[in-house]
């Protein structure tokens, strides 16, 4: 069904580079010179495309967005993935969201520069556009064509008070130092019913991820890729220091249906959610709950990982 009248909300990643040093190498200042130039012709170019289309819009630079989002009929984040995330924690699971990857990697790039510094930009693992073909997925999105799917994000609660952020990728929890050791326990419930031994763990933390979170830091420090559209969570110790006690038990799986429930047993130490910018304070005693019982959020995903 074609969407006749839709609102949209287009969420853009600022465009500005800091200025470089006195001592930055000429062909890095360049390098992020074309970086900017790239992303601001992207932002237009979307914005052109919009402008040709029977649609109400607005665009918002993502430093000014005042959560939560509402009263549009779907968001699209123009930067990477970082973009798309810090929308997905002002929607609720009735909005969809679409990204456009506005400066994708570029291979031959990476491999010219290998040797000076890393060329590597932002994978755009969650965006289904670039500039390539944004108007052909927009114009599948508004006929009706191309459908969102429904990511599983993860639920924090802190003493049993959930917390008002949904994980799209990534929870970790540890010492707000990282040079201190994490004391922790967790185990795995199923409603009251105990699923796993008790862990007493001594790490550099504790890392859960969503679906769409297993392919980053989870995939990188050892953990496997999941199926997006499970409903299931993957958990996994950092760095213990005793790795041989209970080592079946310091990675796993944690189903749609099962909570890990975690004491935090540190003077102090911070939850954070995806990523450094979003974080929860919690202090020696606190419990922990982590689960999938969250709001889905609707994405519309590259082809490729359907």
């Known amino acids: 069904m074609v969407m006749k009248m839709t609102r949209l909300l287009l969420l853009l990643k600022p465009f500005t ?12 200042v360049q390098f992020l010179e074309n970086r900017r130039k790239v992303h601001h012709d992207a932002i237009n170019f979307c914005q052109a495309i919009l402008q040709k289309k029977s649609v109400e819009w607005k665009a918002v630079l993502r430093n000014n967005l005042s959560p939560p989002i509402n009263d549009v009929d779907l968001v699209v984040t123009v930067g990477g993935d970082g973009t798309l995330l810090q929308a997905s924690h002002s929607l609720d699971d009735k909005i969809p969201v ?5 400066d994708p990697t570029r291979i031959d790039e990476v491999e010219q520069f290998s040797s000076e510094f890393d060329a590597t930009r932002s994978t755009g693992h969650l965006c289904a556009a670039t500039v390539e073909n944004f108007e052909q997925v927009l114009d599948a999105v508004l006929e009706g064509q191309f459908l969102p799917s429904e990511l599983t ?9 959930h917390l008002s952020t949904y994980a799209l990728n990534d929870i970790l929890v540890a010492h707000p130092c990282p040079a201190s050791v994490s004391r922790f326990s967790f185990r795995i419930k199923e409603g009251d019913k105990p699923c796993s031994p008790l862990v007493n763990c001594r790490s550099s933390g504790l890392r859960v991820s969503t679906a769409a979170g297993s392919t980053a830091a989870m995939h ?3 953990g496997f890729p999941m199926p997006i559209l499970s409903r299931d969570l993957q958990y996994m110790t950092r760095e213990p220091i005793s790795p041989r006690a209970a080592s079946d038990l310091m990675h796993g799986s944690i189903k749609h249906d099962q909570t890990l429930v975690s004491t935090w047993t540190c003077r102090k130490g911070l939850i954070y959610i995806d990523g450094s910018h979003i974080y929860h304070t919690i202090q ?7 689960s999938s019982r969250a709001p889905v959020l609707k994405v519309l995903l590259p082809r490729h990982l359907l």
């Open 17 to 28: 580079v800091s200025p470089p040093r006195s001592h930055t190498p000429p062909q890095i």
């Open 98 to 102: 679409l990204g456009v990857n506005s």
């Open 220 to 222: 990188s420090a050892g």
């Open 153 to 161: 994000r993860s639920m924090i609660s802190v003493n049993a008070r």
């Open 284 to 290: 020696d005693g606190d419990i922990i709950e982590i």
